[in-house]
């Protein structure tokens, strides 16, 4: 099945240093890892360890209370402290540092793998719970809660493989390189939820994965339907993916179960039937290493709570002071300003940009009305109507505007030729609706 979408820009993609690299192991194992207390978007998980400790791989080190997702020590070791550390979402925050013995002992206590036709979905939630699986693909939901509203609701799973951040290859080699295991996994846990269909949906610049997916659905005939659409920026945000694999429009402010789907990435599946078949926490992760300033560019198995440094000492470090280090592609990535903060379980890629890559910000100049954000705009917002409305201090017009809308994708601000930070001003745009005051 090959599909479009409409809206989105077509950003160079940069991904051809990695595509071709398969996902390796850490070169320089990190001294210790840095576990943050916030690692899902629903509140910060407690500690259920103490300075000296020792520690195993897959151990639980912090319990998920309420929404929270638990978290597991990613190395063996001791429990050097709990304290403030960088966190890669800004600022500081109370994180497990775990001093590594570079033995890599497994813990004992390990659930038993299960067998994929005897899943329920009271085993499968269960699991990704003990698992502490949040989101892989940057929302850092908590999937057991997503699961658990999805069950009986949601007909459709899509499985999001789209991976369109330019740089990001992570996913891809993931893919290509564990598509059987992604396939039993998206099977099991469609069959769990009560999902009619399952769909994996990937662009059209990873045929070779592609291709190994189709090669093994023929093996195993075909529970899972493979979607391969038009490569196009922001594909891979999850009301995007609905509407191109289901034609379904999820309304203004609704979510995917709104229209009966449920979107999980392709990591997250991952990460779940690891939990189901091999009893295995999420402790490590694919990262993508790259940008210009990256001396060898590669994807890399890293044990969560890695320093970002360690990453790049094992990419061949720096070749030259880079302009923008960021976690997470260009267009949604966020800034780092700490090498010392680590590797959390939303983080697919370390990308460090030099001045050329990072398109040099001219002088914002006038709004010429080209049109281009708003034909750009995935969720048909008018983003030169918003700056415009906040330049003249027209707040009223701001609530028909829809600025809560906005994904920030960024794709208004990366084709105006002006140069006005367009996703700034509709940010800006909505926390003023937010704060209320306007009617
Ligand atoms: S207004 Fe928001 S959703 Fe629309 S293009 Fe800009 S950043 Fe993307
Ligand atoms: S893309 Fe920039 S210049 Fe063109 S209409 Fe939008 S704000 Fe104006």
């Not at 609530?399 to 800006?428: M, W």
Request: glycine share 8%.
């Amino acid at each position: 099945m090959r599909r479009s979408f409409f809206g989105g820009v077509n950003p160079a993609p940069y991904k051809e240093s990695t595509r071709r690299k398969p996902i390796a192991r850490l070169e320089y194992a990190p001294e210790q890892v840095v576990l943050p207390l916030a690692m899902s978007s629903e509140g910060d998980s407690v500690p259920a360890v103490k300075p000296g400790d020792r520690v195993a791989v897959g151990q639980p080190v912090a319990a998920g209370v309420d929404l929270a997702v638990s978290t597991h020590a990613s190395i063996s070791g001791r429990v050097l402290a709990i304290e403030e550390r960088p966190h890669p979402w800004g600022g500081r925050s109370a994180a497990i540092v775990i001093e590594n013995d570079g033995q890599d002992t497994p813990w004992d206590g390990r659930p038993q793998p299960l067998d994929s036709t005897r899943v329920t979905l009271d085993l499968l939630l269960a699991r990704v719970r003990e698992a502490g699986i949040a989101g892989m693909g940057g929302a850092a939901y908590p999937t057991a809660e997503k699961l658990r509203r999805a069950a009986g609701k949601a007909d459709t799973l899509i499985i999001n493989a789209a991976e369109c951040e330019p740089y990001v290859t992570a996913d891809h080699r993931l893919l290509l390189e564990r598509s059987d295991k992604i396939l039993l996994g998206a099977q099991t846990i469609a069959r769990a939820i009560g999902a009619q269909r399952a769909v994996l949906v990937t662009e059209g610049d990873k045929l070779n994965a592609a291709e190994a997916v189709e090669r093994r659905l023929r093996k195993r005939s075909g529970k899972v339907e493979l979607c391969t659409v038009r490569t196009r920026y922001p594909l891979g945000a999850e009301k995007q993916i609905i509407q191109t694999v289901t034609g379904r429009e999820v309304p203004p402010g609704g979510a995917p179960l709104d229209v009966k789907c449920v979107v999980l990435n392709l990591a997250t599946v991952f990460a779940i039937q690891d939990a189901l078949f091999r009893g295995r926490a999420l402790t490590h992760r694919a990262v993508t290493v790259t940008g210009g300033a990256v001396a060898r560019p590669r994807n890399l198995w890293v044990p969560i709570g890695t320093p970002l440094s360690c990453l790049l000492q094992s990419a061949g470090g720096l070749r030259e002071t880079p302009c923008l280090v960021l976690t997470g592609g260009p267009m949604m990535g966020t800034p780092q300003h700490n090498l010392e903060a680590p590797v959390i379980k939303s983080t697919n890629a370390l990308v460090c940009l030099t001045a050329l890559e990072r398109r040099q910000q001219s002088q914002e100049t006038v709004c010429i009305r080209c049109g281009k954000c708003v034909t750009s705009c995935p969720m048909h917002l008018a983003p030169s109507f918003i700056s415009r409305a906040l330049r003249l201090n027209e707040l009223h017009r701001l609530p028909k505007l829809h600025p809560q809308d906005c994904i920030e994708c960024g794709c208004c601000s990366y084709i105006c030729p002006a140069r006005i930070p367009l996703l700034e001003r509709v940010r800006q745009a909505r926390e003023l609706l937010e704060k209320g005051g306007l009617d």
